[in-house]
């Protein structure tokens, strides 16, 4: 696999690209000849940081979705970009006592469930995780 290998996209952090993002995880798995369940969880973990950018108050302008072969493993990264300087200024914790809600409390420990060795990022949106490659079937391992 080549340089060429590496697919990107890049999405508005909006509800109804979510999908779209999904679709293109699912192309890149075939392309990739991935396992159902391995792209499964990947269109998890990643649906979860789009989740965090669509929530957030300070929305990024975009998020990207890049994956890349690797010589072990295959590499999945999501990052956004702020959607301005001011941006990184905002201060966007929850005053003391406040607590997110439920279901984003729960998006860390699920992507850490999927894939427990990921860099999960979710106040920064960004997510990096591998995918070892996995050998046919009909190849044994060492």
Known sequence: ?????LLE?????????????????????????????????VKVAVSEVCADAIEDLRRPEHLRIAIRPGVDALEVAVSSEPAGIEADLEDTTPPAGEMAPFERRLREP???????H???????HRLRLSL???????????
Not at 1 to 5: C, K, P, Q, R, S
Not at 118 to 124: F, I, L
């Open 110 to 116: 699920l992507v850490h469930a999927l894939f427990p």
């Open 1 to 5: 696999m080549t340089e060429d290998d």
């Open 9 to 41: 996209l890049q999405i508005p952090p909006q509800a109804e690209y979510v999908g779209t993002a999904r679709l293109f995880l699912a192309a890149a798995g075939r392309h990739f000849e991935l396992s159902e369940e391995a792209v499964a969880d």
């Open 118 to 124: 990921a860099d999960y990022q979710p106040r920064q």
């Open 132 to 142: 070892p490659w996995e050998l046919p079937e009909d190849i044994e391992g060492p």
